[in-house]
C-alpha cells in the first residue's frame, strides 16, 4: 500500500464511522512512531507529519544544539554547522529521517494501530454525545430483561441497565417496548462511556412538559416549581411573563390534549398545573386545590404557613398519605401545616377567612 492509498483509505475510515480525520491522525501519529522507533532502534527526538497533498508520510527529528551533547535528541554545534552554518548553541535542527520505504512500514503497521485506536475514539465519540444529553430526555427501547434490571438500547449501539426500581410501576417491561427516560449522570469507564438514567426524576416530567408546550419553549410560560410522586401524581406551579396567556390554559392544551399526551408517556401518572403567584396567600391557595381553603396564617420569613380549611375538606387537603400537601408544599417552596376548623378553634387559633378563590384557582385535572 503506497502513502496515497494510505490516505484514500483513511477517508474512508472516517466518513464511514463519523469520526473526525485529525483524530485518527493523532492515533496514526503515535502508533506509526513508535512503530519507527521499534523498526529503527532510534531513540532520536522523532515526529510524524502526514501530508495528504503530495501523499507523503514523513518522519522528522528534532535536535537541540549544544556544545558538548550528553542527551539522546542533541547535538553538536560543530555538526549541526556543517548543515547550517548560522546555527547557534540552544537552538533547534530538524532533519527528515524519513527511512526508505516507509511508506510500507506505515501501511503495514496502521491495520494494528486503527484496530486498537479507533475502538477508543468511537467510545469518546458516543460519550461526548450523551454527555452533551445529560439531564435532559431521550427516546430508548427494551432489548433485554431480568429481575433486577431491564436493559435499553440508547442509540449509537449503546445499551444501558435500568434497575426496576428506576421504572414506574405502569410501565410497560417486554422486548421492543419504548420508554423516554432522563439522564441523570454520564461516565466514561474502562469499558466505554456509562449512560445513567431514571424513568421516575422528576425532570423527566419537565422536559416531556416542555416538549409539548410551545409557551414553554418561546419562555412565555414558565415552570416555577414541580413536585412528583412517580407513577401516582405530579404537580406543577406554573407562571405566564404574558398577561395574555393563561400558564395552566397552555399546559393543558385544547380538550387537556398536552396534558393526555405527557400522561399517556408517564404511563397514566396523573399530572396537575396550577397558576404561581408572588402573594403567598394565592399561590398556596391553587396549590392546594382542589381543596377549599378558609384561611391562611403565612410566615413569610421562614416561609411556613398554617392553612384552615372545612371539617369536611380536611382529609381531602391533606390527600391519600399526606400526598396533596406534600406535593403542595414542594411545588409551592413552602413549609404547609394543615388545621380543621374546629381544631383551629380548639388550639386558639386566630384566623382571618380569605375570600374562596373559586375559579380563579386554576388548579386542573380535567
Given at each position: ?118 475502538k477508543q475514539l468511537e467510545r469518546e465519540k458516543i460519550y461526548e454525545v450523551f454527555k452533551a444529553k ?233
Amino acid at each position: 500500500m503506497k502513502a496515497k492509498d494510505f490516505y484514500k483509505a483513511l477517508n474512508i475510515i472516517a466518513d464511514e464511522r463519523g469520526l473526525e480525520k485529525e483524530k485518527i491522525l493523532e492515533i496514526l501519529e503515535r502508533g506509526l512512531l513508535n512503530a519507527y522507533k521499534k523498526e529503527y532502534q532510534s531513540s532520536e527526538n522523532a515526529r510524524i507529519e502526514f501530508n495528504e497533498e503530495k501523499d507523503e508520510i514523513l518522519v522528522y527529528a528534532d535536535y537541540l544544539v549544544v556544545k558538548e551533547p550528553s542527551e539522546p535528541g542533541e547535538i553538536s554545534l560543530q555538526e549541526a554547522r556543517k548543515r547550517n552554518k548560522r546555527i547557534k548553541a540552544g537552538e533547534i535542527i530538524t532533519e527528515n529521517v524519513t527511512p526508505k520505504g516507509f511508506g510500507r512500514i506505515a501501511a503495514v503497521s496502521a491495520k494494528q494501530i486503527l484496530t486498537q485506536g479507533l475502538k477508543q475514539l468511537e467510545r469518546e465519540k458516543i460519550y461526548e454525545v450523551f454527555k452533551a444529553k445529560e439531564n435532559e430526555m431521550i427516546n430508548s427501547e427494551i432489548v433485554g430483561l431480568n429481575k433486577d434490571f431491564v436493559t435499553l438500547e440508547l442509540g449509537h449501539k449503546l445499551e444501558t441497565s435500568l434497575p426496576r426500581k428506576e421504572l414506574l410501576k405502569s410501565d410497560e417491561t417486554r422486548i421492543g417496548a419504548r420508554l423516554k427516560v432522563y439522564i441523570t449522570k454520564v461516565e466514561m469507564t474502562t469499558k466505554g462511556p456509562k449512560v445513567f438514567v431514571s424513568r421516575t426524576d422528576r425532570n423527566l416530567v419537565k422536559r416531556l412538559i416542555e416538549q409539548v408546550v410551545p409557551e414553554i419553549m418561546d419562555g412565555t410560560v414558565e415552570i416555577m416549581g414541580l413536585a412528583r410522586d412517580p407513577g401516582s401524581r405530579s404537580k406543577i406551579a406554573v407562571y405566564s411573563h404574558d398577561d395574555n396567556v393563561d400558564p395552566v390554559g397552555a399546559c393543558l392544551g385544547r380538550e387537556s390534549n398536552r396534558k393526555k399526551e405527557v400522561e399517556e408517556a408517564l404511563q397514566g401518572e396523573r399530572i396537575s398545573f396550577y397558576r404561581w403567584s408572588k402573594d403567598p396567600i394565592e399561590l398556596i391557595s391553587n396549590a392546594l386545590a382542589p381543596a377549599d381553603v378558609v384561611a391562611i396564617n403565612p410566615d413569610k420569613k421562614e416561609k411556613t404557613c398554617i392553612v384552615i380549611v372545612e371539617d369536611r375538606d380536611f382529609t381531602g387537603a391533606i390527600g391519600s398519605k399526606g400526598q396533596n400537601v406534600r406535593l403542595a408544599a414542594q411545588s409551592s417552596g413552602w413549609k404547609i401545616d394543615i388545621k380543621s376548623v374546629s381544631d383551629a378553634e380548639e388550639q386558639g387559633i386566630n384566623y382571618q377567612p380569605i375570600d374562596e378563590y373559586g375559579d380563579d384557582s386554576d388548579e386542573q385535572d380535567a
